[in-house]
T-cell receptor, first 115, second 111 residues
Framework: SAVISQKPSRDICQRGTSLTIQCQVD?????MFWYRQQPGQSLTLIAT?????????ESGFVIDKFPISRPNLTFSTLTVSNMSPEDSSIYLC????????????FGSGTRLTVV | GENVEQHPSTLSVQEGDSAVIKCTYS??????FPWYKQELGKGPQLIID?????GEKKDQRIAVTLNKTAKHFSLHITETQPEDSAVYFC??????????FGPGTRLSVLP
Protein backbone atom coordinates (compact mmCIF):
# COMPACT_ATOMS: atom_id res chain seq x y z
CA SER A 1 0.00 0.00 0.00
CA ALA A 2 1.02 3.63 -0.50
CA VAL A 3 3.11 5.48 2.05
CA ILE A 4 1.90 8.97 2.91
CA SER A 5 3.95 11.76 4.44
CA GLN A 6 1.94 14.57 5.95
CA LYS A 7 3.32 17.84 7.24
CA PRO A 8 3.21 19.49 9.69
CA SER A 9 2.40 16.86 12.28
CA ARG A 10 1.03 19.51 14.62
CA ASP A 11 0.70 23.25 14.89
CA ILE A 12 -0.71 25.89 17.16
CA CYS A 13 -2.10 28.85 15.25
CA GLN A 14 -3.63 32.20 16.03
CA ARG A 15 -7.24 32.76 15.10
CA GLY A 16 -7.70 34.57 11.82
CA THR A 17 -4.59 33.07 10.25
CA SER A 18 -4.29 30.24 7.71
CA LEU A 19 -2.39 26.96 7.72
CA THR A 20 -1.45 24.85 4.74
CA ILE A 21 -1.08 21.11 5.24
CA GLN A 22 0.97 19.08 2.79
CA CYS A 23 0.44 15.48 1.76
CA GLN A 24 3.05 13.57 -0.24
CA VAL A 25 2.46 10.04 -1.53
CA ASP A 26 5.21 7.66 -2.61
CA UNK A 27 3.27 6.51 -5.68
CA UNK A 28 0.94 8.04 -8.21
CA UNK A 29 -2.69 7.98 -7.17
CA UNK A 30 -5.76 9.22 -8.93
CA UNK A 31 -7.79 10.31 -5.96
CA MET A 32 -6.71 11.89 -2.69
CA PHE A 33 -9.04 12.60 0.18
CA TRP A 34 -8.97 15.08 3.03
CA TYR A 35 -10.67 14.23 6.31
CA ARG A 36 -11.29 16.10 9.52
CA GLN A 37 -11.38 14.34 12.87
CA GLN A 38 -12.66 16.53 15.67
CA PRO A 39 -11.52 15.65 19.20
CA GLY A 40 -12.85 12.24 20.21
CA GLN A 41 -14.91 11.96 17.04
CA SER A 42 -14.99 9.92 13.88
CA LEU A 43 -13.67 10.85 10.47
CA THR A 44 -15.57 13.31 8.28
CA LEU A 45 -14.72 13.71 4.62
CA ILE A 46 -13.93 17.30 3.66
CA ALA A 47 -13.25 16.88 -0.04
CA THR A 48 -11.93 14.64 -2.77
CA UNK A 49 -9.02 15.94 -4.85
CA UNK A 50 -8.32 14.73 -8.37
CA UNK A 51 -5.32 15.92 -10.31
CA UNK A 52 -6.17 18.50 -12.93
CA UNK A 53 -9.62 19.36 -11.66
CA UNK A 54 -11.22 21.25 -8.84
CA UNK A 55 -11.77 19.39 -5.62
CA UNK A 56 -15.22 18.06 -4.81
CA UNK A 57 -16.41 19.26 -1.42
CA GLU A 58 -18.80 17.52 0.91
CA SER A 59 -21.82 19.20 2.41
CA GLY A 60 -20.79 21.68 5.06
CA PHE A 61 -17.35 22.36 3.60
CA VAL A 62 -16.58 25.16 1.15
CA ILE A 63 -13.64 26.01 -1.05
CA ASP A 64 -13.14 29.46 0.45
CA LYS A 65 -12.57 27.94 3.88
CA PHE A 66 -10.67 24.81 2.79
CA PRO A 67 -8.92 25.47 -0.53
CA ILE A 68 -7.20 22.40 -1.93
CA SER A 69 -4.48 22.07 -4.51
CA ARG A 70 -3.58 18.93 -6.45
CA PRO A 71 -0.72 19.85 -8.78
CA ASN A 72 0.31 16.28 -9.62
CA LEU A 73 -0.48 12.64 -8.91
CA THR A 74 1.65 12.42 -5.76
CA PHE A 75 0.98 15.66 -3.90
CA SER A 76 -1.86 17.70 -2.45
CA THR A 77 -2.32 20.54 0.00
CA LEU A 78 -5.22 21.56 2.20
CA THR A 79 -5.40 25.09 3.57
CA VAL A 80 -7.49 25.92 6.59
CA SER A 81 -8.30 29.61 6.14
CA ASN A 82 -9.29 32.34 8.58
CA MET A 83 -9.08 29.88 11.45
CA SER A 84 -11.22 29.92 14.56
CA PRO A 85 -11.00 27.69 17.65
CA GLU A 86 -13.74 25.50 16.11
CA ASP A 87 -11.23 24.46 13.45
CA SER A 88 -9.11 22.73 16.08
CA SER A 89 -9.03 19.15 14.83
CA ILE A 90 -6.87 16.48 13.31
CA TYR A 91 -6.70 16.78 9.54
CA LEU A 92 -5.87 13.63 7.61
CA CYS A 93 -5.09 12.97 4.01
CA UNK A 94 -5.87 9.62 2.49
CA UNK A 95 -5.56 7.72 -0.76
CA UNK A 96 -7.57 4.85 -2.10
CA UNK A 97 -6.15 1.38 -2.20
CA UNK A 98 -5.12 -0.56 -5.24
CA UNK A 99 -7.47 -2.76 -7.18
CA UNK A 100 -6.92 -5.65 -4.78
CA UNK A 101 -7.40 -3.64 -1.62
CA UNK A 102 -10.05 -1.03 -1.60
CA UNK A 103 -9.23 0.22 1.86
CA UNK A 104 -7.88 3.71 2.18
CA UNK A 105 -4.41 4.45 3.46
CA PHE A 106 -4.18 7.42 5.80
CA GLY A 107 -1.40 9.80 6.61
CA SER A 108 -0.40 10.32 10.22
CA GLY A 109 -2.46 13.48 10.44
CA THR A 110 -1.97 17.13 11.38
CA ARG A 111 -3.10 18.06 14.85
CA LEU A 112 -4.22 21.69 14.66
CA THR A 113 -4.94 23.84 17.67
CA VAL A 114 -6.33 27.32 17.12
CA VAL A 115 -5.96 29.78 19.99
CA GLY B 1 -27.26 7.79 2.25
CA GLU B 2 -25.33 5.27 4.25
CA ASN B 3 -25.35 5.42 8.04
CA VAL B 4 -23.02 3.32 10.18
CA GLU B 5 -23.55 2.71 13.87
CA GLN B 6 -20.92 1.15 16.12
CA HIS B 7 -21.12 -0.41 19.58
CA PRO B 8 -19.85 -0.26 22.20
CA SER B 9 -18.28 3.20 22.32
CA THR B 10 -15.81 2.01 24.96
CA LEU B 11 -14.67 -1.49 25.83
CA SER B 12 -12.32 -2.70 28.54
CA VAL B 13 -11.06 -6.26 28.60
CA GLN B 14 -8.45 -8.17 30.54
CA GLU B 15 -5.33 -9.15 28.69
CA GLY B 16 -5.86 -12.52 27.04
CA ASP B 17 -9.63 -12.15 26.79
CA SER B 18 -11.54 -11.60 23.55
CA ALA B 19 -13.03 -8.33 22.34
CA VAL B 20 -15.97 -7.91 19.99
CA ILE B 21 -17.06 -4.70 18.30
CA LYS B 22 -20.24 -4.59 16.24
CA CYS B 23 -21.31 -2.27 13.45
CA THR B 24 -24.59 -1.94 11.61
CA TYR B 25 -25.13 -0.21 8.29
CA SER B 26 -28.22 1.04 6.53
CA UNK B 27 -27.50 0.86 2.79
CA UNK B 28 -28.01 -2.64 1.41
CA UNK B 29 -25.90 -1.66 -1.63
CA UNK B 30 -22.76 -1.38 0.51
CA UNK B 31 -20.40 -4.20 -0.34
CA UNK B 32 -17.08 -3.43 1.31
CA PHE B 33 -16.45 -3.20 5.05
CA PRO B 34 -12.99 -2.27 6.40
CA TRP B 35 -11.84 -1.93 9.98
CA TYR B 36 -9.29 0.63 11.09
CA LYS B 37 -7.15 0.90 14.20
CA GLN B 38 -6.06 4.33 15.35
CA GLU B 39 -3.39 4.62 17.98
CA LEU B 40 -2.83 7.84 19.86
CA GLY B 41 -1.20 10.48 17.67
CA LYS B 42 -1.40 8.38 14.53
CA GLY B 43 -3.62 8.09 11.50
CA PRO B 44 -6.07 5.20 11.11
CA GLN B 45 -4.51 1.96 9.89
CA LEU B 46 -6.42 -0.66 7.94
CA ILE B 47 -6.29 -3.94 9.89
CA ILE B 48 -8.81 -6.16 8.13
CA ASP B 49 -11.61 -5.90 5.61
CA UNK B 50 -14.38 -8.02 4.18
CA UNK B 51 -16.39 -7.95 0.99
CA UNK B 52 -20.03 -8.79 0.67
CA UNK B 53 -19.46 -12.12 -1.04
CA UNK B 54 -17.70 -13.48 2.06
CA GLY B 55 -19.17 -14.23 5.47
CA GLU B 56 -16.00 -14.37 7.51
CA LYS B 57 -12.35 -13.49 7.21
CA LYS B 58 -9.55 -14.17 9.64
CA ASP B 59 -6.02 -12.86 10.02
CA GLN B 60 -4.18 -14.31 12.99
CA ARG B 61 -5.89 -12.97 16.13
CA ILE B 62 -8.29 -10.76 14.20
CA ALA B 63 -11.47 -11.84 12.44
CA VAL B 64 -14.40 -10.08 10.85
CA THR B 65 -17.84 -11.55 10.27
CA LEU B 66 -20.54 -10.16 8.01
CA ASN B 67 -24.27 -10.75 8.04
CA LYS B 68 -25.67 -9.08 4.93
CA THR B 69 -29.25 -10.01 5.71
CA ALA B 70 -29.12 -8.27 9.07
CA LYS B 71 -26.74 -5.60 7.76
CA HIS B 72 -24.19 -5.92 10.47
CA PHE B 73 -20.55 -6.85 10.71
CA SER B 74 -18.30 -7.46 13.68
CA LEU B 75 -14.63 -7.33 14.59
CA HIS B 76 -13.33 -10.09 16.83
CA ILE B 77 -9.95 -9.87 18.54
CA THR B 78 -8.79 -12.93 20.44
CA GLU B 79 -6.04 -13.23 23.03
CA THR B 80 -5.94 -9.46 23.44
CA GLN B 81 -2.66 -7.77 24.26
CA PRO B 82 -1.93 -4.30 25.67
CA GLU B 83 -0.80 -3.15 22.23
CA ASP B 84 -4.34 -3.79 20.97
CA SER B 85 -5.45 -0.76 23.01
CA ALA B 86 -6.58 1.87 20.50
CA VAL B 87 -9.66 3.36 18.88
CA TYR B 88 -11.25 1.11 16.27
CA PHE B 89 -13.40 2.39 13.43
CA CYS B 90 -15.60 0.40 11.10
CA UNK B 91 -16.63 1.71 7.70
CA UNK B 92 -18.86 0.78 4.80
CA UNK B 93 -19.10 1.70 1.16
CA UNK B 94 -20.17 0.64 -2.27
CA UNK B 95 -17.07 0.74 -4.43
CA UNK B 96 -16.77 4.10 -6.09
CA UNK B 97 -18.68 5.80 -3.33
CA UNK B 98 -17.18 7.54 -0.33
CA UNK B 99 -16.61 5.61 2.86
CA UNK B 100 -18.89 6.20 5.82
CA PHE B 101 -17.18 5.61 9.14
CA GLY B 102 -18.68 4.51 12.40
CA PRO B 103 -18.21 6.69 15.50
CA GLY B 104 -15.42 4.51 16.88
CA THR B 105 -14.79 2.20 19.83
CA ARG B 106 -12.09 2.89 22.39
CA LEU B 107 -10.62 -0.45 23.41
CA SER B 108 -8.56 -0.72 26.56
CA VAL B 109 -6.72 -3.95 27.29
CA LEU B 110 -5.90 -4.14 30.98
CA PRO B 111 -2.72 -6.00 31.97
Amino acid sequence: SAVISQKPSRDICQRGTSLTIQCQVDSQVTMMFWYRQQPGQSLTLIATANQGSEATYESGFVIDKFPISRPNLTFSTLTVSNMSPEDSSIYLCSVEGDSLNYGYTFGSGTRLTVV
Amino acid sequence: GENVEQHPSTLSVQEGDSAVIKCTYSDSASNYFPWYKQELGKGPQLIIDIRSNVGEKKDQRIAVTLNKTAKHFSLHITETQPEDSAVYFCAANNYGQNFVFGPGTRLSVLP
